[in-house]
């Protein structure tokens, strides 16, 4: 999600660590309190900056989560999305998208447009 709707939706991403936690990850980073801040990517030529919502381990391999909720700037959202995949693919690591009920469709509409339809999304 972007920066601007983290404030709004900080339980989603307190459920989306339960789940991964639950489902074996380990050294979990994420953007709220009482976790370590996953590291930005700054865009170059823009004062704006990447950061993953999510960043775990688990058997020794790096995880970046981005949670997928409706969003009124989609732009973005590929952006970060293809960026995030660009970096992860690069150092062999993974790059998941986690979205809830009443997102799925928009999901998987953005995943395809932006050519990532092979990416199954982790429903909460």
């Given at each position: 999600m972007?920066?601007?709707?983290?404030?709004?939706?900080?339980?989603?991403i307190?459920?989306?660590?339960?789940?991964?936690?639950?489902t074996?990850?380990?050294?979990?980073?994420?953007?709220?309190?009482g976790?370590?801040?996953?590291?930005?990517?700054?865009?170059?030529g823009?004062?704006?900056?990447?950061?993953?919502d999510?960043?775990?381990?688990?058997n020794?391999?790096?995880?970046?989560?981005d949670?997928?909720?409706?969003?009124?700037?989609?732009?973005?959202?590929?952006?970060?999305?293809?960026?995030l995949?660009?970096i992860?693919?690069?150092?062999?690591d993974?790059?998941?998208?986690i979205?809830?009920?009443?997102?799925?469709?928009?999901?998987?509409?953005?995943?395809?447009?932006?050519?990532?339809?092979?990416?199954q999304?982790?429903?909460?």
């Amino acid at each position: 999600m972007i920066e601007s709707e983290k404030l709004e939706n900080k339980n989603l991403i307190e459920k989306s660590v339960t789940h991964l936690e639950a489902t074996g990850f380990e050294h979990i980073k994420a953007d709220m309190e009482g976790y370590e801040t996953p590291k930005s990517y700054a865009r170059k030529g823009h004062d704006s900056k990447i950061t993953p919502d999510i960043v775990a381990i688990k058997n020794g391999r790096k995880y970046f989560f981005d949670i997928s909720l409706k969003s009124k700037k989609p732009r973005l959202l590929k952006t970060k999305w293809l960026f995030l995949d660009t970096i992860s693919r690069m150092k062999s690591d993974r790059f998941r998208i986690i979205t809830t009920k009443g997102h799925y469709k928009f999901t998987e509409d953005m995943l395809e447009d932006i050519n990532l339809a092979n990416k199954q999304p982790i429903k909460l």
